[in-house]
DNA sequence: GGGCTGACAGCCT
DNA sequence: GAGGCTGCCAGCC
């Protein structure tokens, strides 16, 4: 996996590993990818990534929904019920409950 | 070809 | 304990 060597491609792969229900927040994508302050990258390449990863899972470390998701918050917040994620008054998810990690065997 | 922006997080004051 | 600045790197102008 990490072997790809690029930044993103590593943030594409992570996100794409995050299993249905479940959530991922910038800074551990940032870490994973080998830069734990590069969150802002992470934000970067959600952007000008594909579409087709579950970027609806990607949040921040409160919790709450991404700044320049397509369709705004409330969006990204209605795909995470879909998936059967629970949300707060405040559109906050149980980011300790709900985090994910990919296995350190993936590899 | 160079410089600025950007979907955040962590450390310092 | 709270607020503000810096750091990271790919993509766009």
Redesign the pocket.
């Known amino acids: 996996m990490n072997r790809e060597g ?3 491609e590593k943030i594409h792969t992570y996100v794409a590993m995050i299993p249905f229900g479940r959530v991922m ?3 551990q994508l ?1 870490a994973l990818a ?16 594909p579409e087709g990863l579950p ?1 609806q899972r ?1 949040v ?3 919790g709450g929904m ?4 397509p369709g705004g918050p409330s969006a990204q917040a209605e795909m995470l019920v879909a998936e059967g994620v629970t949300l707060n008054a405040q559109q906050c998810l149980d980011i300790e409950r709900l985090i994910w990690w990919p296995p350190e065997d993936s590899d």
């Open positions: 690029s930044f993103a927040t910038y800074g940032a080998g830069s734990p302050r590069a969150a802002r990258q992470v934000g970067g390449v959600a952007h000008y990534g970027w990607v921040n470390k409160h991404a700044a320049g998701f």
